[in-house]
């Protein structure tokens, strides 16, 4: 069983830089890729930016290329989602994830075995 701990939400001004942080009580190294996921008010769950165990590929959403990064630091078993020139789109709950098979695109929530329990991330303008 995997557990992931999402932190580092908040409010900010357009421009502005939020890092998120997910802690996984499993090893990281036993999934077949990492992600962080986010869902505004009406709207479905999206993928936003993924790391691919194998070979450590990373992969992001067009609209936060560029502007967001995500890592991994292995030794804490923890993921990070560094944002900046954040903008009011990206206000959205953002969920950190784990899959642990390759059946599907990575920005497709029903590949993912495990969610975070999501944490608010507001821009406003």
């Known amino acids: 069983q995997v557990q992931l701990v999402e932190s580092g939400g908040g409010s900010v001004q357009a421009g502005g830089s939020l890092r998120l942080s997910c802690a996984v009580s499993?090893?990281?190294?036993?999934?077949?890729?990492v992600a962080w996921f986010r869902q505004a008010p009406g709207k479905e769950r999206e993928g936003v930016a993924a790391?691919?165990?194998?070979?450590?590929?990373?992969k992001y959403a067009d609209s936060v290329k560029g502007r967001f990064t995500i890592s991994t630091d292995n030794a804490k078993n923890t993921l990070y989602l560094q944002m900046n020139s954040l903008k009011p789109d990206d206000t959205a709950v953002y969920y950190c994830?784990?899959?642990?098979?390759?059946?599907?695109?990575?920005?497709?929530?029903?590949?993912?075995?495990?969610w975070g329990q999501g944490t608010q991330v507001t821009v406003s303008s």
């Open positions: 790391i691919i165990r194998a070979g450590d590929v990373t």
């Open positions: 499993g090893s990281i190294y036993s999934s077949a890729y």
């Open positions: 994830a784990v899959a642990t098979s390759y059946g599907r695109v990575w920005y497709d929530p029903f590949g993912i075995a495990y």
